[in-house]
Nanobody, 123 residues
C-alpha cells in the first residue's frame, strides 16, 4: 500500500557528494512532514534532516549542518537529501520517513518509513 523507497546510495570517497532520493507511493504526502534519519553500526538511529508539511521549516542534525540539504518535490511526491563534504562518520543506513504529527526531529512523529539505503564513505 504505502511505500517509501530510497535510492541513490552507494560508495563515495571522503569529501565527495551523494544525492539520495525517496519516492513515495500509495498516498500523497503533501500535508506531511518528511525527513531523513540514519543509523550507523552500533549506534542509535539519529535525525539527519527534515522538512515540515508546508515547507516553511527545515531542520538538520548537528552532525550534518552546513553539509546536507533536504528538498521536496510535492508534484513528484519525493524528498531528496543532497550530501556533501562527506566524512567516514556519515557511513550509515539512511531511512526516509513521512509523518502527519508535529515533531520534525522526533522519530515518533513519523508513521511511514523506507527500507533504508546504505551509504559508505571510505577514507
Amino acid at each position: 500500500q504505502v511505500q517509501l523507497v530510497e535510492s541513490g546510495g552507494g560508495l563515495v570517497q571522503v569529501g565527495g557528494s551523494l544525492r539520495l532520493s525517496c519516492a513515495a507511493s500509495g498516498r500523497t504526502f503533501t500535508n506531511s512532514a518528511m525527513a531523513w534519519f540514519r543509523q550507523a553500526p552500533g549506534k542509535e538511529r539519529e535525525f539527519v534532516a527534515g522538512q515540515n508539511w508546508s515547507g516553511t521549516r527545515r531542520a538538520y542534525g548537528d552532525a550534518v549542518k552546513g553539509r546536507f540539504t533536504i528538498s521536496r518535490d510535492y508534484g513528484k511526491n519525493t524528498v531528496d537529501l543532497q550530501m556533501g563534504s562527506l566524512k567516514p562518520e556519515d557511513t550509515a543506513t539512511y531511512y526516509c520517513a513521512a509523518g502527519d504529527r508535529h515533531g520534525l526531529e522526533l522519530e515518533r512523529a513519523y508513521d511511514y518509513w523506507g527500507q533504508g539505503i546504505q551509504v559508505i564513505v571510505s577514507s
